[in-house]
Structures are given as structure tokens and as C-alpha cells.
């Protein structure tokens, strides 16, 4: 079904996927899109951000819902009524779900796996947390529903990024 | 929300559809123009007759060009028409016929082309490259994410909340790809896979591996939308959609329960009460559920409602969702398949529900007689879905 044109068969028959190097066997435009962008962080997030500078966590409370918002937001999407209150968790979470990666960014093939998850914070809901590695455990220490608690880096690298969490590590008894 | 007090009945008289390959030679404009053609002359029309277009395709990022719905217009035939394109990610395969039948439904239009085009090979190195781009910037883009992580977490939960065995869902892809065989665009048909073949597949993000997934595509389909005013006009086989539903989840995607996905739930229980579905089980003969991840379908089926949370894996194991089960599942191949060019998965999908309801699936034909299918897809980031139920009278 594929178009035939004066240029003799088409370079890929049904099923079979072209190799980068064989598009250079057709007339092509190389290109890249250089733009760069600086984001605002925002009302809610950039205190967030201050706080993890701290080595601390916090979030905000929607008191319509009784629910605190970790990552937080000035407003709750449910009630849509703006949120009244910081409030500052003990930091110490539970692993939700994980993946083991051994591909990065880009799909590139890496042999030390990336472990990664999310991870609900203690004094927030279930359902509240971020995404961030795991380290100090073997990939196969890993599970759903682990205790688990920041490693921060030195206070003097910390940027106010979420960087500013190495992983979380399992919690000791 | 009123769902009864529709003005015009919808139905689709004609679909087309490319070959789903990587790298095709030609443009995403040529592609489109082709989808269209096949899909306007099995409908016996010409652009003239049609009243207006609607394009759907993915991130401007796949091609490097802004307002891609005006850089893919003259393909898709909507030149001197009134156009307009629709995006919400993966959602699109079945959002952009929702557009259409909003167009027609209305009673504003009588004839309407829907056309879907992906090109995902433009992006070099990987269409991994554009992915990156829809992650949250300040929380998410520093851990330097790939997608596939975000499926896999949730396939992990999902597996963990519903005691569902990776065996059990990596039949789904064995199913699929075996399905695609009968498919003239497939991409990764394969009639000799087996359930070793995808349990050692390569890992990628475990519990993810390498023929968990489907491949990245480059591909266009079309299909054609009439009132029913004109329908049997054009056909003695109209093939009428008759429930929509769409529904969308909170961006804070760990915020969201990720074993169960609500807002599939929602938008089937809308488009179940406009068709009148009152027990989808019953009424349901098939179905094509979005299945970009051989997991998907399986969560899928259950937010359709079409199984328990954890069913639908049980039914997979026991063959009731072979094309000759008692419940066909992705008889065309799905995105597992056949590919997955993003929004073109619209002949997967609609495409499929129609042609197997209008007996026109060739080797694809389910076995069983069917007369009521549903078809979903799933996308933004995760948390999108569409829902079309299309029956035969």
C-alpha cells in the first residue's frame, strides 16, 4: 500500500524499520531547534524549593479537603478553593512504585540500573509525593511500600532543586 | 451533562489507512493525503462533498514545526474548509472522531473527514528526545526521566495492587503481535512469537522490557463521518457511533492512584449512558482498547469496565480475549502489533471497530458475530482518555 513513485520502490517495505544511516539515501533537511527557556518556578513551588535548601519538606494544606499537598499548590484542582497553610513533613516516605532502568534520557543502553520511583510522604495522604531515586539498597531490595528517608547533599551544594535530594535510602529500624 | 438530546446520529461510511513503518520516505502531508484518499473513495466521495476536516496529531516536537494542524492542512484536504486540529497526546487516535462527531452530531455539518497523521522518525536520534519535553520542568526534568519509566512505575503498581502476574500481561503482547499478522499496515507482526520470547526479551525500566512495548512509528489514517441524513447514501453498511465520553486526571501525576485509571472509568460511563449501555459486559461484543504497553490493554479493559481490577489478566491467561474467544480484544493487532504512531493509531482503532462491524476485517474478522464494539485511547501524560462506542443496526 505504500506510495510508489518514480523513484523505484519505496526504501521500506512493510515491516522493516529504516536504520539512521540509510536516511542518507534520501534527499533530507538536517536541522537543530536551539531554544532555551527559563521557568518559573511559581508561588508554591518556590517555597518548596527554598525549603528543600533547608532539608526540608513541605507542603500545603487544603483544609476544604483535609489534604496536604505535596508537591504543594496556592489553589486544590478538586475544591478549587485556594489552600490556607504551609506545613512542614517529617520528610520520612513510603515507596509507592518503582521501576529498575537500564536505559537513560535519551533510551541509551546503561549497565548499572537507574532505580527510581515515587514515594508518598509521611503526613500526607497516599496518593502525595514526588518522584525521585533510590540508593544504598540492591535493585532487588527494592519494594512497593518500603520505608525510606532523604539523603541530602551538604548543605553548602544545596541549589533549591529537587537535585537537592541525592535518593532516598531505606529508613533504619 | 445531557446525553440524550443529540441532534443528528453519526455514522462512519469509510476508513483508510497507511502502512505503519519507521522512516517512510514520505512527508507527513504526503502520508495524510493517503489515508484521506483511501478513506474518501471507499466512501464513494471527493473532497468536494465534504462540509469540513479535522486533523489530529501529536507534539509539534516529533516534526520541529509549530501549529503542525496548518503544516499538515493541504494533506489532510482541509484547504478553503473549515479546520481545525486536535491534540491531547495518545488520546488523540480517538479524540479527533469525537471532534468530527461533534461536528456532525450538531447538525452543523453533513459530511466530515477525520485524518490522523504521525511522523515520529524526524527526530533524531529518538522520538525519546521529543518525550522528554512534556515532563513537569522543575520537579521531574532535573532526575533527567525517560518515558518509559512513568509506564513502568504504574505497570508495577498495578501489578502490585491487583496481584497480577508478569506472565499473565506478557500475553497480551504475544496475542497482539500474533493478531497483526492479518493486518496489511502492520509493523512488528510476528506469527511465531512466544511467552519466552517476551518474558527474555531486553529490559529497558523493569519491569518493562523491550516487547512490553510497541514500537515508535510513522504512519496516517483517515476515516469519513456522515449524518444520518445522508448515510445510507453512501452505504448500505453505515457503521454509527453512538456513545462519546472523554475524561482527564489531575497533571500531579504522583498525586494519582496509578493501579486504577479513574478517568478511563469516567469517560466510558459517559459514552456506555449515551448508547444506552447499562451492563457493558452484556452489550460489549469486542473491543479495542489502547494498548501502547501490553499492561495498558489489561488496565484498560477494567477502566472500560469490561472486567474487575485484576480480571482482565485472568482472562487473557484463559483465551477469552483471543480474536476467537468469547471476548475479542485487539483483533486488529493494536498498537503492539501493528505500531504506534501516535495519533494514526486512529485505524487501529476506530478503524478496526469499524471495518469488524461492517464485515469488511478480511482475515482480521472476528469470529463471533458482532454488532456493539468499544474503542479507547489513552495519552497526555497518562492521564487522558477518550472512549467511542460504535454499533451496527
Redesign the interface.
Known amino acids: 500500500m505504500t506510495k510508489k513513485d518514480k523513484f523505484g520502490p519505496p526504501f521500506n517495505p512493510r515491516g522493516k524499520p529504516l536504520e539512521a544511516n540509510e536516511m542518507e539515501k534520501i534527499p533530507h533537511i538536517r536541522a537543530k531547534a536551539p531554544a532555551k527557556y527559563a521557568w518559573a518556578a511559581g508561588t508554591a513551588m518556590s517555597r518548596f524549593l527554598e525549603e528543600l535548601k533547608n532539608g526540608k519538606i513541605i507542603g500545603r494544606l487544603c483544609a476544604q479537603c483535609d489534604r496536604v499537598l505535596v508537591p504543594p499548590r496556592m489553589f486544590c484542582e478538586r475544591c478549587f478553593k485556594p489552600t490556607t497553610e504551609w506545613v512542614y513533613l517529617p520528610g520520612t516516605a513510603v515507596v509507592e512504585t518503582f521501576s529498575i532502568s537500564y536505559i537513560d534520557q535519551n533510551a541509551n543502553r546503561i549497565k548499572e540500573p537507574i532505580l527510581v520511583g515515587t514515594v508518598a510522604f509521611d503526613g500526607a495522604p497516599p496518593d502525595c509525593g514526588i518522584m525521585h531515586y533510590f540508593g544504598e539498597m540492591k535493585p532487588e531490595e527494592l519494594k512497593i511500600g518500603m520505608p525510606v528517608e532523604p539523603v541530602w547533599k551538604p548543605q553548602n551544594e544545596r541549589v533549591g532543586s529537587i537535585l537537592d535530594i541525592k535518593y532516598f535510602r531505606p529508613r533504619k529500624k | 451533562m445531557n446525553l440524550k438530546k443529540i441532534r443528528k446520529d453519526v455514522a462512519v461510511v469509510g476508513a483508510g489507512m497507511?502502512?505503519f513503518?519507521?522512516?517512510?520516505?514520505?512527508t507527513g502531508k504526503?502520508m495524510a493525503w493517503?489515508a484521506a484518499k483511501m478513506a474518501l473513495d471507499e466512501a464513494g466521495l471527493t473532497l468536494q462533498d465534504i462540509d469540513a476536516v479535522i486533523m489530529g496529531s501529536a507534539p509539534d516536537a516529533f516534526d520541529?514545526v509549530h501549529k503542525k494542524g496548518d503544516w499538515l492542512l493541504d494533506g489532510a484536504g482541509g484547504t478553503n474548509k473549515p479546520y481545525m486540529r486536535v491534540f491531547i497526546g495518545g488520546g488523540t487516535a480517538v479524540f479527533a472522531p469525537i471532534a468530527g462527531w461533534w461536528h456532525v452530531a450538531s447538525g452543523m455539518f453533513q459530511r466530515v473527514l477525520v485524518v490522523c497523521e504521525e511522523k515520529m522518525?524526524s527526530v533524531?536520534?529518538?522520538a525519546?528526545?521529543a518525550f522528554?519535553h512534556i515532563w513537569d520542568?522543575?520537579?521531574?526534568r532535573?532526575?533527567?526521566?525517560?518515558l518509559?519509566?512513568i509506564f513502568?512505575?504504574?505497570m508495577?503498581?498495578y501489578m502490585?495492587k491487583y496481584n497480577v502476574r508478569y506472565e499473565d500481561i506478557a500475553l497480551v503482547a504475544v496475542k497482539n503481535k500474533r493478531n497483526a499478522v492479518g493486518h496489511?499496515?502492520?509493523?512488528?507482526?510476528d506469527p511465531n512469537i512466544t511467552l519466552e520470547d517476551v518474558l527474555n526479551s531486553?529490559?529497558?525500566?523493569?519491569?518493562?522490557r523491550r516487547l512490553d512495548i510497541s514500537?515508535p512509528s510513522d504512519g496516517a489514517a483517515a476515516i469519513v463521518l456522515v449524518s444520518e441524513d445522508v448515510a445510507y447514501e453512501h452505504t448500505d453498511t453505515p457503521v454509527w457511533i453512538d456513545g462519546v465520553g472523554w475524561c482527564i486526571d489531575?497533571t500531579?501525576w504522583?498525586?494519582?492512584?496509578?493501579a486504577f485509571p479513574k478517568f478511563v472509568a469516567r469517560a466510558a460511563k459517559m459514552a456506555y449512558e449515551m448508547a444506552g449501555i447499562k451492563d457493558p459486559r452484556k452489550e460489549i461484543d469486542f473491543a479495542e482498547p489502547y494498548d501502547p504497553f501490553d499492561y495498558k490493554e489489561l488496565q484498560h479493559l477494567e477502566g472500560l469496565l469490561l472486567a474487575e481490577p485484576g480480571e482482565a489478566a485472568i482472562m487473557t491467561r484463559e483465551g477469552k480475549t483471543q480474536r476467537d474467544g468469547e471476548f475479542p480484544v485487539c483483533p486488529s493487532g493494536g498498537l503492539l502489533g501493528v505500531g504506534n504512531p501516535i495519533a494514526a493509531a486512529l485505524g487501529i482503532k476506530i478503524g478496526e471497530l469499524y471495518w469488524q462491524l461492517a464485515g469488511k476485517a478480511g482475515p482480521r474478522q472476528v469470529k463471533k458475530d458482532v454488532r456493539t464494539g468499544v474503542a479507547q485511547a489513552w495519552g497526555d501524560l497518562m492521564q487522558v482518555s477518550s472512549v467511542v462506542v460504535m454499533r451496527r443496526r
Not at chain 2, 532535573?142 to 525517560?146: E, H, Q
Open positions: 497507511t502502512v513503518a519507521r522512516r517512510l520516505q514520505e504526503e493517503e520541529g522518525s533524531q536520534p529518538h525519546q528526545s522528554g520542568p522543575i520537579l521531574d532535573p532526575l533527567k526521566p525517560n518509559v519509566w513502568s512505575m504504574e508495577q503498581r502490585y496489511p499496515c502492520a509493523q512488528l507482526a531486553e529490559p529497558m525500566a523493569l519491569p518493562v514500537p489531575t500531579m504522583t498525586n494519582r492512584d496509578l
